[in-house]
């Protein structure tokens, strides 16, 4: 059974960065596309970055945010920079197993527990 656990989220002023990782276990990362998706509070659970065998953002990230693997560590990574308040969900990762599309949640098979960013104006 695949587990994912992420880390590194918290508490951090505007402008500042944090990275964000996701440790597998169960099974081999570089097999599958990787995706980070975002949840305000309120609101839906949205795409934030993806990486297969290129990198693929939302527009409200790009140039922001780098999405990266680790393939030794089985480990995913977003790093997040110049970060705003807006950037404030909860952050999950994700892997999909098979398919065309990596936009959608429905895209994915199976998730993390998620980790709090929280931005601070």
């Known amino acids: 059974q695949v587990q994912l656990v992420e880390s590194g989220g918290g508490l951090v002023q505007a402008g500042g960065s944090l990275r964000l990782s996701c440790a597998a276990s169960?099974?081999?990362?570089?097999?599958?596309?990787m995706g980070w998706f975002r949840q305000a509070p309120g609101k839906e659970r949205e795409f934030v970055a993806a990486?297969?065998?290129?990198?693929y953002y939302a527009d409200s990230v790009k140039g922001r945010f780098t999405i990266s693997r680790d393939n030794a560590k089985n480990t995913v990574y977003l790093q997040m920079n110049s970060l705003r308040p807006e950037d404030t969900a909860v952050y999950y990762c994700?892997?999909?197993?098979?398919?065309?599309?990596?936009?959608?949640?429905?895209?994915?098979?199976?998730w993390g527990q998620g980790t709090q960013v929280t931005v601070s104006s």
């Open positions: 169960g099974r081999t990362l570089s097999h599958d596309v």
């Open positions: 994700a892997g999909r197993l098979s398919g065309a599309s990596l936009y959608h949640i429905r895209d994915y098979d199976y």
């Open positions: 990486i297969s065998v290129r990198t």
